[in-house]
């Protein structure tokens, strides 16, 4: 083939996330580092978190099926992040609240869950809308969190001309800071201290 003939092949037999109502878990939350976005026309640098769900939905191999969406990392009263977490756990994230995103690994909701094109007609999986648990889902550990970072930092390598670079600015260890409207909290210098929950932590929910 010549070079200058290009071909854009198939991207596999993906299969997305079934649709409709589904109980789920929360196994990861992945910082993105800095991404650019546009709205209204105007370009951006942010901050970006993708949640990762599992549900008990079941793939061709057998495996738990898993639903992803990604946000930028703000609690701007504004901002989508909060108003998903708000309707996760049932009340809206108050000025001034901090939350721990590494709290959201463990925690169950229910998601609502239709099927959506994108730019070059393939179908996904989009969470549209989020709730309250209304049933107990374990994860069933056969998300890998590492590979996932691995094949981010591939990617971002890519982008930059084969230079590779750590996931956010920071090693993929996995941890998230804490944010508070929208600025990511340096975590506690104190080590073996147990820090008690916020007032207002939900135990149905985990956050």
């Known amino acids: 083939m010549s070079n ?8 596999g037999d993906f299969v997305p996330h079934p649709e409709g109502i589904h109980p789920a878990v929360c196994v990861d939350v992945m910082d993105l580092g800095l991404m650019e976005t546009e709205f209204q026309g105007q ?21 738990n099926c898993t639903v992803s969406k ?23 994230i108050a ?11 463990g925690a169950c909701c229910t998601l609502v869950i239709s099927h959506q094109q994108n730019m070059v007609g393939k179908m996904y999986g989009s969470i549209d809308a989020v709730s309250k648990p209304t049933k107990k889902v374990v994860a069933s550990g056969t998300y890998d969190p590492a ?26 260890t996995g941890a998230t800071p804490a944010m508070t409207g929208g ?6 210098s104190k080590s073996g201290a147990a820090t008690p929950p916020p007032a207002d932590f939900d135990p149905e929910v985990g956050f």
Do not use: Y
Request: hydrophobic content about 35%; overall charge positive; proline content about 7%.
């Open 4 to 11: 200058l003939i290009l071909q854009c092949k198939d991207g």
């Open 43 to 63: 370009k951006r640098v942010v901050p970006k978190v993708k949640l990762v769900f599992e549900s008990e939905q079941k793939t061709e191999e057998g495996e």
């Open 147 to 172: 590979a996932a970072r691995q094949r981010l930092v591939d990617w971002k390598a890519k982008q930059t001309g084969g230079q590779k670079s750590e996931v956010g600015g920071q090693r993929a």
């Open 70 to 92: 990604i946000f930028t990392a703000s609690l701007h009263p504004k901002a989508k992040l909060a108003e998903f977490l708000g309707k996760w756990r049932g009340r809206p």
């Open 95 to 105: 000025p001034g609240e901090t939350i721990d995103l590494a709290k959201l690994l």
């Open 183 to 188: 600025t990511p909290v340096p975590p506690s």
